[in-house]
Structure formats: structure tokens, C-alpha cells
């Protein structure tokens, strides 16, 4: 017979319920499974108490609680076993592939429903098998409701979170962009880009630490209400909040801007980003791209030395070599950020009707240089000796140093008024 635990936090009966009757909050089991030798793989035996396994995959929920601001607050965990099955086929000695996976939880699920009373398995959302150490494999795997976590690192917070992610919403890794340029150099942002999975060192989706779901990730999730705003197609000015604090306000920003999707966060060491340097933490830009494996696309802003310091630098734009805009953090502290987004290219000022000496010092100011000057007759008699007309037309975004071309108005042979 085999015992059930249960870490309760709300009253739920482990006997069957009415078919019709869903649990007050989702629930997942976990199951110890342990098996000799055989079918290529090695033996799996008892590493460790069911109790030390179930504690561990419970600890998910104030992680899940912090980061989605009370939205999702985890599974109920109840837990069971060690319980011994048929040794899973290892296809390929070494590798937990999909056949290997895939009897661990069949064989898990047949051996756990005819030892009564566990409930029926169809009470659980969630359904997540441990077992000691498989060596060459991955630390864990999850999809379709289920997760596999090998052996004492897959005990680990990171692998958890990520490993119910992917089996319960479906989530992508966080990944990182590593772009080229034409010369073969790293560069943020270009054409040539490859998606490095789970490049993102900063997000649990990441392979590093268990950091907050990047901005992507939480919208995916609709864990963003009130949070976020578009920016307009002239840009803005943004004081963003850490993604990880509690209170209500402002935490992310996002715009579409040259075929790709920017969405901006700012994280500080608070949360449960607390773990990571205070200086590795600030601005983050994620692309989201067409095509691409991930929706969470980290960009790196300092490209040649690894994603680690992706961050943007106070007061050193970035422009988005894809589009039109550019991001400035002008100004950083402990409680906010401020995030301008704007158009990168200058605009071209108005000239018309101001003498040549007045346009001059306008289109310097504005990083222009004067063009061609040609005077052509004013028949209105409105702009004698002043500019008529300009090329490129006043609020043109051009690039700077580019040379305005001026009409300057002539007196017509008539009498004007």
C-alpha cells in the first residue's frame, strides 16, 4: 500500500470527488520512482526520502506566488512513493529520450493507480516524477502536464520552475541573440541572428539562476495586467519600476519598431532576483522576432563580452539597427528607471520664412548642414530675402549631417504690396 502526503494549504479531500466537482486549487503529485538495471538503463535506487523530494518541488510555490504578483500561487503538492517499475527502455544508452520519458510516467502512472487509496490521477493538473541520477542526461523535462526531474539537481528551485513551466503552460526557454555583422563581428541586433537556448542568464527559463520570467514570458502568461504599456508611434518617457516589486506601477514597456517586438523591463536585486550581483542588473531590452524559437530573445548590449552584462548603460543610447527608434536610460536608481524611447534620426526643423543667416543656425543646431541656395522669384511677395522652401521638408528624419537645400525668395518684377 502506498502512503500519500499531502503539504496542504487549503482543505482538499485525497478521496475522489464528484466527476463535475474541480479541486479549489490545482493539484500535483509527485512520485518517487525507483527501478532496477535493465533496458539500457542504469539502476535507479532510493537517493533520498520522499518527504526531502516533495519539500523540495513544494518550494515552487512562493516562487510562482512573487513573481506573478499574487496571480498564479502554484499547485498543492501531495506526494507519493518510492515505488518501483520496469526498468524505461534507454534507446540509446546514455540518453533519456522520448521513449525513456515517456515509460518512466506510464509505468509511474499503472504502478500508483493499483495500489489503492491514492486518488485517481485525473484529480492532478500536474503530475511530476523524481528519480536518482540518470548520468549524460538533462536535469529535468516537462510538457503536456507532466515533469521529469533527474536526481538532486533536479531538485534544485531553477529546474522546478522551469521544468512546471514548460509542463504546465507550456513555456519557452529564455533565450539569448547572438548577432553578426557583415565584417563577422558580435553586434546586438542585425539580420544574422542566431536564437542561443537558454542564453538568458537572468531568467529561470534561463540555465543559470531562477530569476523573474522575463516581460515576454509574464505577458504570455498574463501576469502583466497593469503593468505594461505600448508606446506610442512617437515614443515616450517612462519611469519603470523593478519587475519584482510588489507594489502597483509602471514595470514594462513595449513597441514594435522595424519588424521586431522590444520590450523593455528593468530588475534590481530584490524579489526573486535577489540572488544576482546588483551590478549585473538594470535595463533589459527582449526581442521578439518572427520565426524564432522563443518569444524571450535577450539582447546584448555589450555583445563582445558574453550575455551576463546585457544590460543598457545609463545615458548611452542604443538604436535599433532594424528600424527607427533608439532607448536611452537616462537616469537609474534603486526605486525606477528612467526609459526614453524616441526616434533615432534627427528631425528636420522648419526654415521656411527665416532669413539664410537664421537658417543657418537652425539646421546646425539641429545637426544639419546648408545645402544648395537658389533664388527664385517670390510672386507673393511673402518670403523676399527669406527661405521659400526646404529640402528635405521641415520634419523629415533624416541622418545627421545631412545638407538641407534652401529657396530663397527674389523680388518679382511687379509691385508688391
Known sequence: MVALAVFAVAAVSSAPGPAAAAPSVPRLLVIQVTWEAGNNSPAAPVDRSITEVASAVHRHRDWYTAVSHGKHTGWQTSSTGPISITPPRMTVPGKCDGPFLDDVADNADQAVQEQ?????????????????????????????????????????????????????????????????????????????????????????????????????????????????????????????????????????????????????????????????????????????????????????????????????????????????????????????????????????????GSTLAQADAALAAAGFVRGTVSFPVDDTCNNIGRVMNQNPAAGAMVLPGTAVHLSIGNRPSHPCP
Open 116 to 352: 489503492a487509496p491514492v486518488p485517481d490521477l485525473s484529480v492532478y493538473s500536474m503530475v511530476v516524477y523524481y528519480f536518482a541520477r540518470m548520468p549524460s542526461c538533462a536535469a529535468g523535462w516537462g510538457g503536456g502536464g507532466r515533469a521529469w526531474l533527474n536526481g538532486g539537481f533536479g531538485l534544485s528551485l531553477l529546474v522546478v520552475v522551469q521544468e512546471l513551466a514548460h509542463a504546465s503552460f507550456g513555456l519557452s526557454h529564455a533565450n539569448g541573440l547572438e548577432c553578426m555583422d557583415p565584417n563577422g563581428q558580435r553586434v546586438t541586433l542585425s539580420t544574422s541572428c542566431a536564437s542561443l537556448e537558454y542564453a538568458d542568464p537572468f531568467s529561470a527559463m534561463g540555465n543559470n539562476a531562477a530569476g523573474s520570467f522575463t516581460a515576454p514570458h509574464q505577458f504570455q502568461l498574463g501576469w502583466l495586467s497593469g503593468r505594461m504599456l505600448d508606446v506610442p508611434a512617437g515614443g515616450g518617457a517612462y519611469a519603470l519600476q523593478p519587475l519584482e516589486n510588489n507594489g502597483a506601477g509602471l514595470q514594462v514597456v513595449r513597441f514594435k519598431d522595424g519588424g521586431v517586438t522590444l520590450w523593455i523591463e528593468y530588475r534590481q536585486p530584490i524579489g526573486v532576483d535577489a540572488t544576482f550581483p546588483p551590478n549585473s542588473l538594470g535595463v533589459f531590452v527582449h526581442a521578439e522576432l518572427p520565426g524564432f524559437p522563443s518569444r524571450s530573445q535577450l539582447l546584448d548590449m555589450a555583445p563582445q563580452n558574453g550575455f551576463f552584462d546585457s544590460k543598457l548603460s545609463v545615458g548611452v543610447p542604443w538604436a535599433n539597427p532594424l528600424g527607427n527608434m533608439k532607448i536611452t536610460v537616462k537616469q537609474q536608481t534603486a526605486a525606477s528607471a528612467n526609459v526614453y524611447v524616441e526616434w533615432k534620426h534627427p528631425r528636420v526643423p522648419n526654415v521656411v
